[in-house]
């Protein structure tokens, strides 16, 4: 047993992770929160997207015995994007089950940036960009971009 020590979603775990067991896979198989994706498993699609110290990480990728942060899972950070979460509902910018929560991981965090800030074309451009690593061949972003967009000027208002 190679014990590890995680803060995850605010509580302290104590998981098994020898080498280099991913934190994806601690997350979905130990812990039970299983709405980061494991699709890709190699850093290429962004579908286990978590928050670790607050910045977006592949967790398929991520050993889960060399995580020193607090790690926040789309489960834990549900109250903080509540609303962004129903704008992909509202406006049709809710994907698929595998790349969705992703997405919305990953905008909590550039939700946290102050993007209202952004003049709306530099804010756009900072969503589209950071967003093209979550990957879905199933979509042109738009609504995406825009729902992030919106909750970020609703947010700063
Ligand atoms: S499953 Fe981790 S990046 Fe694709
Ligand atoms: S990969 Fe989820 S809808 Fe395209």
Same mark, same amino acid.
């Given at each position: 047993?190679? /014990?590890?020590?995680?803060?995850? @979603?605010?509580? +302290? !775990? #104590? ?10 896979? !601690?997350?979905?198989? =130990? ?10 498993? /190699? ?24 995580? /020193? ?17 129903? &704008?992909?509902? =509202? ?15 990953? +905008? ?14 530099? &804010? ?9 690593? @979550? !990957?879905? /061949? ?9 729902? !992030?967009?919106?909750?970020? #000027? #609703?947010?700063? +208002?």
């Amino acid at each position: 047993m190679t /014990r590890t020590h995680l803060v995850v @979603n605010g509580s +302290a !775990v #104590e998981v098994d992770a020898p080498g280099l067991r991913s934190l994806a896979d !601690v997350l979905r198989t =130990d812990l039970g929160l299983t709405a980061a994706k494991l699709a890709c498993g /190699r850093g290429e699609c962004g579908a286990c997207t978590v928050l670790v110290d607050g910045l977006p990480r592949t967790s398929c990728t991520t050993p889960a015995a060399l995580v /020193r942060g607090e790690v926040w899972t789309s489960e834990g950070l549900a109250g903080e994007n509540a609303d962004l979460r129903a &704008r992909f509902a =509202d406006t049709g910018a809710f994907q698929c089950g595998f790349c969705t929560p992703g997405q919305v991981v990953h +905008a909590t965090a550039l939700l946290r940036e102050g993007l209202h800030a952004l003049p709306p074309d530099e &804010r756009r451009e900072r969503v589209r960009t950071a967003l093209s690593g @979550n !990957v879905c /061949r199933c979509t042109g972003y738009q609504a995406i971009v825009e729902s !992030v967009c919106g909750i970020a #000027e #609703e947010r700063g +208002a």
